[in-house]
């Protein structure tokens, strides 16, 4: 087995001061054994260490994270708030539609995802341009809807965020596609995931506070 094995990413800042001249494609490789929680690091600490680090990171996200990136748009049929229907019509099957990491666009700064064709199965089955058509799936119910984000295969890894982009309906497909900064959703997700993660760590910290306080008296 190869030495980095065992390799600790949140190690990479210290190890890259001390043997900065390692071949890029066995940084690459030791990049590669990060899971999906390192992933975070690698985005926020390790590709701000070095233009080199910024290199080998983005390769590592266009050719692992990105493609197996989606984005999930939760499509109720009645505001969430006041229980009134407020899509009528025919309902959406699974009530979400999920984008999936499509192609890059030709500046390469941004990324296309795009939707299926049909949303369910069976008798169930709707044609998203059927759906369009007959305007049970307008731009203006995708645009409201909150994205949920994930760049792994484990949809557990994901979280809810706005995104910001370009959603266009591509005639020729007949699919929904949305056009993203990708550089500007890792940051948001990467960011977004860090907050979740202080607020998860905080909660036992506040309870074991409170049980001093509790105990004191």
């Known amino acids: 087995m190869p030495a980095f094995d065992d390799f600790d990413i949140q190690c990479i800042p210290i190890a890259q001061s001390v043997s900065p001249t390692l071949p890029t494609e066995l940084w690459l490789q030791i990049l590669e054994r990060a899971d999906v929680h390192d992933a975070v690091h690698l985005w926020t600490t390790v590709r701000h260490v070095s233009r080199n680090f910024r290199d080998y990171v983005e390769r590592l996200f266009t050719s692992i994270y990105l493609p ?96 910001s982009g370009k959603l266009d309906w591509d005639n020729e497909s007949k699919t929904w596609t949305w056009e993203i900064d990708w550089r500007k959703l890792m940051t948001h997700f990467s960011q977004a995931k860090n907050e979740a993660r202080l607020k998860r760590d905080a909660v036992p910290t506040v309870g074991k506070r409170l049980v001093r306080s509790h105990v004191q008296r």
Request: a neutral charge.
């Open 68 to 163: 197996n990136a989606t984005i999930s748009l939760a499509l109720p049929r009645r505001d969430p708030t006041t229980g009134a229907l407020k899509w009528p019509g025919t309902p959406i099957p699974g009530a979400q539609i999920i984008f999936l990491f499509d192609t890059f666009a030709p500046d390469q700064h941004h990324v296309l995802f795009r939707s299926p064709e049909v949303l369910g199965a069976g008798s169930e089955a709707r044609s998203v341009e059927e759906l369009r058509h007959t305007n049970v799936l307008p731009k203006e119910r995708l645009q409201e809807a909150l994205p949920w984000v994930n760049n792994g295969k484990n949809p557990l890894t994901g979280l809810s965020m706005s995104v």
